[in-house]
């Protein structure tokens, strides 16, 4: 089982020098299964999908702030040797990319954000309810309810439901708090590297008005809006999300 500084990773393409590496940073209570086969195996593109501490098969405990998340992920590309990398975060993990372009400017070569925005306020119900260890499934249940579009596939909504409940309620309320407190809305426009924005069009979660706004803020940020998608974009169309991630990265200079 590949580990590097503590964390779990699968990587894909790893001889591929000539193509810019991608960092995939799944969103809260997740871990690196959180991402099609699609991404994590992206055609012709050197990738390594994460867990992030205390998630799926890596050690640890989970953080409570953004920018903790995002010094582990540092460490990570020091313990790789990865001077530099793309970075493609989903939900709580494109704040933890957008933290990260911020923190550390000549690690972050490109920034890809899927479902994201620059500040992740949290429903105070929702966080109530994730701070009872009692009520882990039904947290799990309405954030996933809350995830997914009115067409989806109902087995997505029953695997990713399986899926989140392998975390540790800890876990998943440590995300929610960070998550609540992340708010780069004055500081988005000092991000200066290549952006790609995806947000499904019935994203309920971080709707695409929040991708708007960093689109606005970002010079010559892409946006892209999955028609008919939830917050989970790229597990509802991943051909789609897949296609504009290569198209993107053929654009990066390396």
């Not at 998943?172 to 708010?183: E, N, T």
Request: contains cysteine.
């Amino acid at each position: 089982m590949p580990t590097a500084a503590g964390l779990y990773y699968f990587a894909h393409g790893e001889d591929l020098y000539e193509r810019p590496p991608v960092l995939l940073l799944h969103g809260a209570g997740g871990s690196h299964l959180g991402w099609p086969p699609q991404l994590r195996r992206l055609s012709g593109q050197r990738v390594f999908t994460l867990d992030f501490p205390g998630h799926g098969k890596s050690e640890g405990v989970g953080r409570q702030d953004i920018d903790e998340y995002g010094k582990a992920i540092y460490e990570f590309m020091k313990a790789i040797r990865l001077s530099s990398a793309v970075i493609v975060g989903f939900s709580m993990g494109g704040a933890i990319a957008l933290s990260l372009t911020l923190q550390y400017k000549k690690r972050v070569i490109g920034l890809g954000l899927i479902g994201s925005g620059a500040k992740m306020r949290v429903a105070p119900s929702l966080l109530e309810m994730a701070a009872t260890p009692a009520s882990h499934q039904s947290t799990v249940q309405t954030v996933i309810e809350n995830s997914y579009s009115s067409t989806a596939d109902p087995r997505l909504k029953e695997l990713a439901i399986e899926h989140m409940m392998e975390t540790r309620p800890a876990v998943l309320y440590g995300d929610f708090l960070a998550c609540d407190a992340f708010d780069l809305m004055e500081r988005v426009n000092k991000v200066h590297v290549p952006t790609l924005l995806i947000c499904g069009s019935e994203d309920r979660m971080t709707p695409p008005n929040r991708s708007e706004y960093l689109q606005a803020k970002i010079e010559g940020a892409k946006l892209h809006i999955v028609n008919g998608a939830g917050h989970m974009a790229m597990i509802e169309q991943p051909d789609e999300v897949a296609s504009q991630l290569s198209e993107f990265l053929d654009r990066i200079p390396y």
